[in-house]
């Protein structure tokens, strides 16, 4: 009886084999629909920030500097990989891509930081997508509604197909090289 | 008159100017309001009545002016009925009357509620704190309003929890904060006599995350499941469903067929899964790895599994208020058939290979008894009471999702050892399986097309009650909503199945093998981070001060002596 | 040549000894599916912890020197033995009780190491590794004598070769005792009772890191080596050859074999209580002084 049990024991792995994957190696590749390091598009961000204010571990931050650049940063190191983010973008700017490997002893290797250059809303004074051809942009395009003059810098040279390059070709166009230390008085 | 009248009517007659309110949204649950001279009279009368008692939540309804809360919250498994029973006590004497004397198991949610609120229970027999790390200073308590979530008050020097005296002749022998048959920081002090344990004494909730008073401060209501799930490792599903169940008993939200059959299949995906896991850890605890290996090798097949329904290894980020995130198609239906169909033959091999192995029964029989009438009178839930005798499964005792329209049987041993809860759960996994396969083929046969969440319309009505049960894999987890303003609850409430089992392990433990600890501690399959979910995020945690406190004396007079 | 002999004892067991753990790693990971590190992966270990920095976390001399004296009087217990059936040089200045002497000598610096470290699982650890060694000890004292008995000589190579003289039914039944103790001899599941893991962190191994910890496990490591020899140097002298090349690579081979039984037997038992452990090393106790009188009879 005891040594039936233990030759039952013993042939289970002539059964199964050895298991152990040659992991470093040769990782076992995703599947589909895999929740890995989400990754955003800033071609196609609006800078709604509906990721960072639906994001339950409160990882993506949000910020706006003079009412121009919204930054958009997300830390890696505390994101959970719900997928809630992905979910909840209306423009399927991000994607949870299959990278998981993800261990670092640099954080920012993880953070991704995007600046968007965006509009000044001016009922409300926050800040609305430039870079993007929607339907708000159209309607300031053809003039619609702007008072302020740096805006109608940039949009008097710009024509109704409106693309990012023109912007970068406007006087007023300067992108800041350390966003913390731009000052701007209002920040 | 259903019982639920019965019972209403009872409480009515007995208590007659100190029964306040009573109401129910659902049919199956029970919300009653009392005066809180009424509580101990109450809880006798339920008791009488053949409650289990479940767990008790402690909150501030200063929103309302009206002080400090407690509720108690009972079950009626035979009547698939659940009641909470609520008092009220001012702010400037909070104080009630304790269960604890009658009712054993509610001794640590009352101490709970001491650290946590500041409320005093009229002879409770063991006022230690229980929660809170021992250098918090007196006088701040974290569930009350106005302390932020994010306090970190100063650590305190020399500041160390006091243990009880050892019985005379023993001597003690820390298991943990870390220890290697304790996965996660929890400390026993064992009191032995050479090999023999003699007590024990638990301190624990070491792994504070300040989960409850984030989710009533911070987050809002579909944030929570995906905080929720993340209470534990293991069972995700289990605190995320419970959760939205919980909410939408509340606020009145019927969600799609099809989404319950899907958490449904989910749930049993992790019972498969935390059965495998735990059969491995308790071969692990007896020095038998290769049983280890095995049943670990058989549980990555379900991870991976998981990873295909869910986008990863863990059944997390599948529910939300309202539903599911994900469906389960065709495709992903024959994945599941396919591979609970090699996890069943790897399965019965290695029980074949071990079931009858004379060598785990000598390890396993008769250790750990604890008799039915202890079990009972513990609350033990999950698969420690089955292996008791006790018959009892939230599943079928409070149906929930779809197990209402599955066939699945309860296993239940008599053993009352550790041996017990081996078969018990070795046989839950079959039980699983069968579950699963039932889901599947409605699924594929009546439910297609059907949506898989609805949203909530419109602002969840404030101060509206929700319990609700889920069977986790190592018992019934319990969760308590009361919905409040700003798009979150005002209080929610979780309590894990380790929390009774715990309780009950310095009795377990009584009288046997040091050797033995390990699998004894292990055969409740101890959550400690379910536990411990409450209290707020302290950082330098009090893992460090108790458990070498003469080292840490030591250590702290070197350094004096440096300087 | 017979001082020789002393060194080739002495780098046979050294050279061999890591090499026979990789080889139970290995089978053990076998036996659950797993790849296993290479067989070459305990010397690597030995060599890291060797680099690694010494803690004094008992802070007293007695837990400092254990291992290093543990270490030598295994190495001193090792080139006393006759490798293959020839005495060498020390063969003049000792016998059998000077073997058993050594590894008794060298279990006890262990356990004068444990309890140094003032740990209380090191404690516990040492109190189970010293009933072990007082109920094991005279089983292994009771196969030498029986060969002593047969041979009427206490010279240790007197004692090694006796025990296969004639292979009657003392023979046989301490071969039964020898094969049930060598899981003990070999401190494995089920009867790594005093290290166990779980329960109380290795036990006397817990406070110990760098060299010292290297020296403790390659003390068990030619520990465990010096049981399975004896086992082939005992019960199977009368198959080895007279060349001492082809004598030393059988024999080699054997422990090779003796190794996989003993990670064979390990991998599928689960540890045993020190009170269940305790009950079956009286039963062998027994059984091999049966076996010594069997053997005063002549049989």
Known sequence: MWLWNKIKQLTI????????????????????????QPVWDHTKCIGCAGCASNCPARTIFLRDICQEIRILIYDSSRCTYCGRCADLCPEKAITMSENFELATDNRQDITQTIELFMMTCQRCGRCYDLEIKNALDKLQMLGYRYDSLEVRKVIGQSTPEFEPEHLEKTATYRRPEKLEKSSCGKD | MSRKEELLNLLKDKLRGKFLAGSSLEDKRLFIDIKKEALVETASLLMKEGARYQMGVGYEAKKNGQGLAMVHTFAFDADSLLVAIRALTTEDKPEFDSLTPFIPGAGWSEREYIDLLGLHFKNHPNPKRLVLSDDWPEGIYPLRQDVPYDLMPPSAEEVAFRLDEAPPGSSIIPFGPFHACLHEPAHFAVYVDGEEIKGCEYRGFMVHRGIEKLAATELTYNEIPFVAERICGICGSVHSVNYAQAVEAASGLKIPRRAEFIRTIMLEIERLHSHLMWLGVAGHLIGFDTVFMQAW?????????????????????MVIVGGVRR????????????????????????????????????RTKGVGYLSREKAVEWNLVGPVARARGLDMDARRDHRYAAYDEVKFDVVVADSGDVWGTLVVRIKEIYEAIKIIHQCLGKLASELQGSPLAIEIEGPVPAGQQGLSVVEAPRGEAVH??????????????????????LQAVPDMLLNNKLADFPIIVGSIDPCISCTDRVAVIDRKTAADRILSRQELEKLSREVRSKT | MKVVAVFVNLIYFLLLAPFLEGVMRKLTAWIQ????????????????????????????????LAPILSFSSMLAAIALIPLTGQANILAHSSDLMTLIYFLTLSGFCLLVGALGSGNPFAAV????????????????????????????????????????????????LMLVVYLLALQAFA??????????????????????????????????????????????????????????????????????????????????????????????????????????GLAVKGW
């Open chain 3, 187 to 292: 401190a494995r599941q089920p009867f790594d009772i005093a290290e166990a893991e779980v329960e109380i962190l290795e036990g006397p191994y817990m406070e110990y890191s760098g060299p010292n910890y290297a020296l403790l496990r390659y003390t068990l490591n030619l520990k465990r080596m010096f049981y399975a020899w004896l086992l082939v140097s005992c019960f199977l002298s009368f198959i080895l050859p007279a060349n001492f090349l082809f004598s030393l690579l059988l024999q080699t081979v054997l422990i090779i074999v003796v190794f996989v039984l003993i990670s064979l037997i390990g991998a599928t038992h689960p540890r045993f209580r020190i009170d269940q452990a305790l009950k079956y090393y009286a039963l062998l106790l027994i059984l091999a002084l049966i076996a010594v």
């Open chain 2, 480 to 501: 308590y909503v009361l919905t409040g303003d700003d798009n979150r609850p005002e209080r929610w409430r979780v309590r894990a199945p380790t929390y009774p089992n």
């Open chain 3, 125 to 172: 650890g040492a109190s189970r590794e010293m009933m072990t060694t007082v109920m094991l000890e005279p089983v292994l004292a009771m196969l030498l004598i029986l060969g002593t008995v047969r041979i009427g000589n206490f010279s240790l190579s007197a004692a090694v070769s006796g025990v296969a003289v004639s292979r009657g039914g003392s023979y046989f």
């Open chain 2, 327 to 362: 469906d389960i198609d065709l495709t992903k239906a024959d994945l599941i058939k396919k591979t609970l169909s090699e996890v069943e033959k790897d399965m019965l091999a290695l029980e074949k290979a071990i079931i009858k192995d004379k060598a785990i029964h000598r």
């Open chain 3, 33 to 64: 599916s797993r790849k296993g590190p290479p067989l070459y992966q305990p010397y690597l270990d030995l060599l890291k912890l060797l680099g690694k920095e010494n803690l004094n976390s008992g802070g007293n001399w007695a837990f400092r």
């Open chain 2, 297 to 317: 090798r058989i549980r990555e097949k379900i991870m991976w599994l998981a990873e295909s329904l869910t986008g990863n290894r863990k059944t997390y980020g």
């Open chain 1, 13 to 36: 792995p002539s059964r199964t084999g050895v298991v152990t994957l040659r992991y470093p190696y040769k990782p076992r590749p995703a599947p589909a629909g895999f929740r890995g």
